[in-house]
């Protein structure tokens, strides 16, 4: 086998990179920019799992502009607390987003209050977050119940 600079390169870096001395500030893992939430309709059915479903999670939109589908905001999974729920995982801490599930649907909007929080990283030093405060869901107030936003649509 040739050993071109390419590779040699290649080597060096993951070298490098596996090593375990991290700087004591950086924290191992910290809370990301996410919320977990159900979509019902007003007969209490669940709108993406189940025999009522009408919706697809492949097909979530998460936007910061109306109508611009180049621009997403956040990724879309099975929840973590129940997997019959979403969990939006939000790139950016915007104040407010639309939430698209299909072409034939209308929007809906999703406003998030972010805080800055701080936490202490457990190799010491401290790591500055952002957190929910409080969500509205097409201008309506929404309170988290065991970490779950209900959202009806």
């Given at each position: 086998m040739k050993l071109t600079l390419k590779y040699l390169l290649l080597i060096i870096?993951?070298?490098?990179?596996?090593s375990c001395n991290k700087p004591?500030?950086?924290?191992?893992?910290?809370?990301?920019?996410?919320?977990?939430?159900?979509?019902?309709?007003?007969?209490?059915?669940?709108?993406?799992?189940?025999?009522?479903?009408?919706?697809?999670?492949?097909s979530i939109r998460v936007l910061t502009q109306q109508n611009n589908?180049?621009?997403?905001?956040?990724?879309?999974?099975?929840?973590?607390?129940?997997?019959?729920?979403?969990?939006?995982?939000?790139?950016?801490p915007e104040a407010k987003s639309y939430i698209y599930y299909n072409n034939q649907t209308s929007h809906d909007s999703l406003e998030i209050n972010w805080v800055i929080k701080i936490t202490k990283c457990e190799r010491g030093g401290t790591l500055e977050y952002n957190a929910v405060e409080s969500v509205k869901f097409n201008s309506f107030f929404i309170n988290s119940i065991n970490g779950v936003y209900t959202f009806i649509k």
């Open positions: 870096y993951l070298t490098f990179s596996i004591p500030y950086q924290c191992d893992s910290f809370p990301n920019q996410s919320i977990e939430i159900k979509i019902i309709n007003q007969q209490g059915q669940n709108l993406f799992f189940g025999a009522n479903s009408r919706y697809l999670i492949d589908f180049g621009v997403h905001n956040a990724s879309v999974q099975k929840g973590f607390i129940d997997s019959n729920n979403l969990l939006f995982h939000f790139y950016t």
